[in-house]
């Protein structure tokens, strides 16, 4: 069990609202990733942190802000939601520094945007 | 930017059938090769991890092969059973952030 807690775990919002989406680790694993899931399109990447304070963009980051203030907590922040943004969000950290350990994921949040 | 492609999309076997799941990608620079499994309405569960210096990983009735130069995966299941119905992603490792560029997936079901 790699320790990976997400919350909420289902939300339904609407348009133009603030949404932030959490993900806490029990380690202190460096690597964490935020990733959305949509039909087709497999799993995307849309920010991840490579430590406290260090946070970069991925292939999907546009309308997404993230924060790490503390190596246990990655936040996905949606600052006014919009339906396109209506998806499963997967966070997952990388138990190793050199790319020999598989990232473990999340359980997963269903987030609905009306 | 790295394009990772699963075919066929979804697969039905019968019981004891042995399975082949292809993933190719198109850069083959990569860190590393990661298989995973995802039951309907959960998260991902990691299966097998190769890196790039390995041409294939084994676990129990699953093995994983890597050719880097042709940019392909296969992950092979021996004697499938109803339990191995989910659906299967490939993922790769393009650098050395470990971020995932991952395939859409093969939904595989296993007739009793």
């Known amino acids: 069990d790699a320790g990976i807690t997400q919350s909420p775990r289902h939300k339904v919002t609407e348009t133009g609202t603030p949404v932030t989406l959490r993900c806490h680790q029990t380690?202190?694993?460096?690597?964490m990733y935020w990733y959305r899931q949509d039909p087709g399109h497999g799993l995307r990447l849309i920010h991840y942190?490579?430590?406290?304070?260090?946070?970069d963009k991925g292939e999907v980051s546009d309308g997404y802000s993230v924060s790490r203030s503390k190596t246990e907590d990655f936040l996905l922040t949606l600052e006014s939601a919009t339906s396109s943004q209506t998806s499963v969000y997967f966070c997952?950290?990388?138990?190793?520094?050199?790319?020999?350990?598989?990232?473990?994921f999340g359980d997963g949040t269903r987030l609905s945007i009306l | 930017k790295q394009e990772v492609t699963q075919i066929p999309a979804a697969l039905s076997v019968p019981e004891g059938e042995n399975l082949v799941l292809n993933c190719s990608f198109t850069d083959s620079a990569i860190y590393n090769l990661q298989w995973f499994r995802q039951d309907p309405g959960k998260g991902l569960t990691s299966l097998l991890l190769?890196?790039?210096?390995?041409r294939e990983q084994t676990s129990g009735r699953l093995n994983a092969s890597l050719d880097k130069s042709s940019g392909r995966s296969t992950l092979y299941i021996a004697a499938s059973q109803p339990g191995d119905s989910a659906t299967y992603l490939c993922?790769?490792?393009?650098?050395?952030?470990?971020?995932?560029?991952f395939g859409a997936g093969t939904t595989v079901t296993v007739r009793a």
């Open positions: 380690e202190n694993h460096r690597y």
């Open positions: 993922a790769v490792s393009p650098d050395n952030d470990y971020k995932l560029s």
């Open positions: 190769i890196q790039s210096s390995q």
């Open positions: 942190s490579y430590g406290v304070k260090d946070t």
């Open positions: 997952a950290i990388s138990e190793s520094e050199e790319g020999n350990q598989p990232q473990h």
